[in-house]
């Protein structure tokens, strides 16, 4: 079993930044990959960034890429997700989630990931 916890959300102006993390505890492995989801008021949960445990594969949402920069530290079994130049769009509960190991994609697919954290709010105001 993983267990996921997030923090760092909160509530920031419009153009401001946070910074999101994921610590994972637990049996996690080499081959997991690991994104981030948001899920906005009514709306289905949606992909935002995926990173493998190496670290040299990531992948991100076409709307958040450029503004958001997913990463690792294996040291402290921990991911990130920097985020940006934040749109009142952006506010959502965040999550972050990890597959089974050996899971080889799609990294964008919520049926993929199979430990999820409780989320973390982010509200961005205008």
């Known amino acids: 079993q993983v267990q996921l916890v997030e923090s760092g959300g909160g509530l920031v102006q419009a153009g401001g930044s946070l910074r999101l993390s994921c610590a994972a505890s637990g049996r996690t492995f080499r081959s997991q990959v690991w994104g981030w989801f948001r899920q906005a008021p009514g709306k289905e949960r949606a992909f935002v960034a995926a990173i493998t445990w190496s670290g040299t594969i990531t992948d991100y949402a076409d709307s958040d890429e450029g503004r958001f920069t997913i990463s690792r530290d294996n040291a402290k079994n921990t991911v990130y997700l920097q985020m940006r130049s934040l749109k009142p769009e952006d506010t959502a509960v965040y999550y972050c989630?990890?597959?089974?190991?050996?899971?080889?994609?799609?990294?964008?697919?919520?049926?993929?990931?199979?430990?999820w954290g409780q989320g973390t709010q982010v509200t961005v105001s205008s």
């Open positions: 989630a990890a597959t089974q190991s050996g899971y080889s994609g799609p990294y964008y697919s919520l049926t993929g990931y199979v430990y």
